[in-house]
């Protein structure tokens, strides 16, 4: 069963994406280490989610954008970590690989964002700590983990965010970007 928009709503992540080479790698890894493996979907793009708002009146993508505007980030430095099993506890749905924030600069993002939504009633938070990860792929069914390689992916800088409407079809969310905001 798929999921399309209604006229009136939209369904909208906030996210940092990769640069082309850390994509790259990364699907590389996903093609060696995933797509043979049956029960996953793997995932088509690869982001940083930073806030999942679901789904938002389309009357109010202006004070979206507006809110996201006025939060202030510098380009900043990540590393890819581990694979994770997520969610840490219970049958597993996602495979995901850690991302290293040794300063700290995704958190403070991701909490800048938060706070600039909450303030105008656009996005209620989520009761578990905010985990840096990229989805890799998703289960079918909830399962077990597996032994996996780490993937080999150079530091790479994250210089912008984007808003991004997600549409449910049945081969997975189709992603469109919405708008882009670029690092000061």
Known sequence: MSRS??????????????????????GHWQDSELSSRDGL???????????????????????VVDA????PFSRFELDVGDALFLPQRGAKRVVALEIVDDRGAVAALQADVSRALVERGLYKPEKRPFLPHLTVARYRRPGPPFPLQNVNVSRFGVDQMVLYSSLLERAGAVHTPVTVFTAS
């Open 5 to 26: 928009w209604t006229d009136d709503t939209r369904r909208l992540f906030v996210a940092c994406d990769l640069p082309h080479e850390a994509a790259l790698a990364i």
């Open 68 to 71: 996201l505007g006025a939060v």
């Open 41 to 63: 979907r793997v995932a088509a793009t690869v982001h940083l989610t930073l806030c999942f708002l679901g789904d938002v009146l389309a009357a109010r993508l202006p004070q």
